[in-house]
């Protein structure tokens, strides 16, 4: 089992910043990518941004450019840092983790944290 934390959301102005984190625990070494899933009122969930293990990145094309996903591997953390953001940013942020246990691909998530571009 995978457990996730995230923190880091609020309220924020538009243009303005903020940056999430996602701290993860239990079994670790079966971690494989970690991203950010977001679902905004009355949306699917959506990929925002991943990272695997050896670091490579995929961001969705809403995002380029303004936010960067970065990861710790010594502390079990994922981080989002998100610039410029907009008011259509507005969603609560999922962490989710990819692992693969006994050849299988299974996914953990966070709670959500809750991230409000407004002015």
């Known amino acids: 089992q995978v457990q996730l934390v995230e923190s880091g959301g609020g309220l924020v102005q538009p243009g303005g910043s903020l940056r999430l984190s996602c701290a993860a625990s239990?079994?670790?070494?079966?971690?494989?990518?970690m991203g950010w899933y977001r679902q905004a009122p009355g949306k699917q969930r959506e990929l925002v941004a991943a990272i695997t293990s050896g670091g490579s990145t995929n961001y969705a094309d809403s995002v380029k450019g303004r936010f960067t996903i970065s990861r710790d591997n010594a502390k079990n953390t994922v981080y989002l840092q998100m610039n410029s953001l907009k008011p259509e940013d507005t969603a609560v942020y999922y962490c989710?983790?990819?692992?693969?246990?006994?050849?299988?691909?299974?996914?953990?998530w966070g709670k959500g944290t809750l991230v409000t571009v407004s002015s």
């Open positions: 989710n983790a990819r692992a693969v246990v006994a050849g299988l691909t299974v996914d953990y």
């Open positions: 239990g079994s670790i070494f079966s971690i494989d990518a």
